[in-house]
């Protein structure tokens, strides 16, 4: 078979593309093997998904899950370095494994979320069990984690922290294969990078305001937010009608799904380029408020501020970023913030004052608001569509590898050159790295809005 079989015009054509993407479909059924490479997703292949747009107020529904779950993140990376100066125990290495919103342990957990959210059949719909059980896990930890517990309880649960939010996040990222068309993915991920913001703002300015009187006021009003955002989700969005169920037992070949998976070369291309990227981001968030005190002689609860231009940077970046990517492409212009953003992170490690970090992290901000708007509708282009909540589990299960790996990575170096710069200076090179990588993914096609 050649690979112009997969692109045969006409009804035929779309026929055989579907017979491609159910033989890919390994965990279905009775578990068929993917012999033939040639059915991957290429850009010869168009995006595919539901045809009807989202309204404004639809696409506002579904982004306050965004804005619990980003409220959750920023404070967890911003404030855990912070929470763990009472635990003098902890080596600076294990600061920026703690202080992220990945979790090691989700990394391995989050592809079988997903896959079961996949095959979930419940009333309430595949994804919503899911945002409410992992929700209240959270909530619960963070209610945990404000009466600064023991070490080694605290320890476990601020590790764990990340994959209980990431229960709900992961199928809550699948829900746009299940009701954004590919035209639109682009619009309604800025949308998604707005509410991010909002969250990231409100836990910020929470911390700013009220960490040096009462942090563990902060943990309750972060936890709060996150509750009433994904409350209004979940009660506010109608999933559509799920597939029929798989009713054979699943078989699991280790080998046969791993082949299947890397069949999915553009998948398996942008997963890794996107892994390369959190592996640098990795190295920077979790030490940010450190490098204000230690570099640039801020106060603990001043040095929250580093974020703000940030945020409000990424805000204005994120808005033509996804007008930009559903009329010329979503890769050219996600590469386009990738370049920009390692520049900026190498200026950034030179900064010498407050308000020149100020400046510099707005402009980051901007080309982090490209990420931010299309590396999720990108990647849930190059899902299988059946499998989205599985697929987008596996990429973030790798994603939650890179970036604890790299704030480990950016702890050995800043031990080394006793300097808090060193983080910036390896996000800049490796950010630079995952936009090398970024050249190489074909993007599906996707129909141009008129």
Same mark, same amino acid.
């Given at each position: 078979?050649?690979?112009?079989?997969?692109?045969?015009?006409?009804?035929?054509?779309?026929?055989?593309?579907?017979?491609?993407?159910?033989?890919?479909?390994?965990?279905?059924?009775?578990?068929?093997?993917?012999?033939?490479?040639?059915?991957?997703?290429?850009?010869?292949?168009?995006?595919?998904?539901?045809? @009807?747009?989202?309204?404004?107020?639809?696409?506002?529904?579904?982004?306050?899950?965004?804005?619990?779950?980003?409220?959750?993140?920023?404070?967890?990376?911003?404030?855990?370095?912070?929470?763990?100066?009472?635990?003098?125990?902890?080596?600076?290495?294990?600061?920026?494994?703690?202080?992220?919103? @990945?979790?090691?342990?989700?990394?391995?957990?989050?592809?079988?979320?997903?896959?079961?959210?996949? @095959?979930?059949?419940?009333?309430?719909?595949?994804?919503?069990?899911?945002?409410?059980?992992?929700?209240?896990?959270?909530?619960?930890?963070?209610?945990?984690?404000?009466?600064?517990?023991?070490?080694?309880?605290?320890? !476990?649960?601020?590790?764990?922290?990340?994959?209980?939010?990431?229960?709900?996040?992961?199928?809550?990222?699948?829900?746009?294969?299940?009701?954004?068309?590919?035209?639109? @993915?682009?619009?309604?991920? #800025?949308?998604?990078?707005?509410?991010?913001?909002?969250?990231?703002?409100?836990? #910020?300015? !929470?911390?700013?305001?009220?960490?040096?009187?009462?942090?563990?006021?902060?943990?309750?009003?972060?936890?709060?937010?996150?509750?009433?955002?994904?409350?209004?989700?979940?009660?506010?969005?109608?999933?559509?009608?799920?597939?029929?169920?798989?009713?054979?037992?699943?078989?699991?070949?280790?080998?046969?799904?791993?082949?299947?998976?890397?069949?999915?070369?553009?998948?398996?291309?942008?997963?890794?380029?996107?892994?390369?990227?959190?592996?640098?981001?990795?190295?920077? !968030?979790?030490?940010?408020?450190?490098?204000?005190?230690?570099?640039?002689?801020?106060?603990?609860?001043?040095?929250?501020?580093?974020?703000?231009?940030?945020?409000?940077?990424?805000?204005?970046?994120?808005?033509?970023?996804?007008?930009?990517?559903?009329?010329?492409?979503?890769?050219?212009?996600?590469?386009?913030?990738?370049?920009?953003?390692?520049?900026?992170?190498?200026?950034?490690?030179?900064?010498?004052?407050?308000?020149?970090?100020?400046?510099?992290?707005?402009?980051?901000?901007?080309?982090?608001?490209?990420?931010?708007?299309?590396?999720?509708?990108?990647?849930?282009?190059?899902?299988?569509?059946?499998?989205?909540?599985?697929?987008?589990?596996?990429?973030?299960?790798?994603?939650?590898?890179?970036?604890?790996?790299?704030?480990?990575?950016?702890?050995?170096?800043?031990?080394?050159?006793?300097?808090?710069?060193?983080?910036?200076?390896?996000?800049?090179?490796?950010?630079?790295?995952?936009?090398?990588?970024?050249?190489?993914?074909?993007?599906?096609?996707?129909?141009?809005?008129?």
């Amino acid at each position: 078979m050649h690979r112009s079989d997969c692109r045969r015009p006409n009804a035929l054509a779309q026929a055989f593309d579907e017979v491609c993407r159910v033989r890919e479909h390994l965990l279905a059924d009775r578990l068929p093997t993917l012999t033939d490479r040639h059915c991957a997703r290429t850009s010869g292949v168009e995006a595919t998904g539901p045809t @009807r747009p989202l309204t404004f107020r639809e696409s506002v529904v579904y982004g306050f899950g965004n804005l619990g779950a980003n409220a959750v993140y920023n404070f967890l990376n911003g404030a855990a370095g912070l929470y763990l100066n009472r635990y003098p125990e902890v080596p600076i290495w294990l600061v920026g494994l703690l202080s992220q919103e @990945r979790s090691l342990a989700g990394a391995f957990a989050q592809p079988i979320v997903g896959a079961l959210s996949d @095959r979930t059949r419940t009333r309430i719909g595949r994804r919503k069990p899911y945002f409410i059980a992992g929700v209240a896990l959270t909530a619960a930890s963070l209610l945990y984690l404000s009466g600064f517990p023991p070490l080694v309880p605290m320890l !476990i649960v601020l590790s764990i922290n990340a994959f209980f939010l990431n229960v709900a996040v992961d199928p809550y990222t699948a829900l746009m294969a299940d009701l954004v068309p590919p035209s639109q @993915r682009g619009r309604v991920g #800025t949308v998604l990078a707005i509410f991010n913001m909002l969250g990231q703002i409100a836990a #910020t300015l !929470i911390a700013l305001f009220l960490w040096g009187q009462s942090p563990q006021l902060v943990f309750v009003l972060v936890a709060a937010i996150l509750v009433v955002s994904f409350t209004i989700t979940t009660i506010g969005v109608r999933e559509p009608e799920s597939p029929p169920a798989p009713k054979d037992r699943v078989k699991i070949d280790v080998g046969k799904y791993v082949r299947g998976l890397l069949a999915q070369r553009e998948l398996t291309k942008y997963v890794l380029a996107a892994a390369v990227f959190w592996l640098g981001t990795g190295g920077v !968030i979790p030490y940010l408020t450190r490098f204000a005190v230690n570099e640039l002689g801020t106060s603990e609860g001043d040095s929250f501020q580093l974020f703000l231009p940030a945020l409000l940077g990424t805000i204005v970046g994120a808005i033509p970023a996804g007008y930009l990517a559903d009329r010329i492409g979503k890769k050219p212009v996600l590469a386009v913030g990738m370049v920009a953003f390692s520049v900026i992170a190498l200026i950034g490690s030179q900064v010498q004052t407050v308000p020149q970090a100020l400046v510099v992290m707005a402009f980051i901000g901007l080309a982090n608001g490209v990420w931010t708007a299309l590396n999720v509708p990108l990647l849930v282009d190059l899902v299988i569509p059946e499998r989205a909540a599985e697929m987008t589990g596996l990429g973030s299960g790798v994603w939650s590898l890179a970036q604890p790996i790299g704030a480990v990575i950016a702890g050995i170096l800043i031990g080394n050159f006793d300097s808090y710069r060193a983080s910036f200076v390896g996000a800049a090179v490796l950010v630079f790295v995952a936009f090398l990588l970024l050249l190489i993914v074909r993007a599906p096609k996707v129909t141009r809005p008129v």
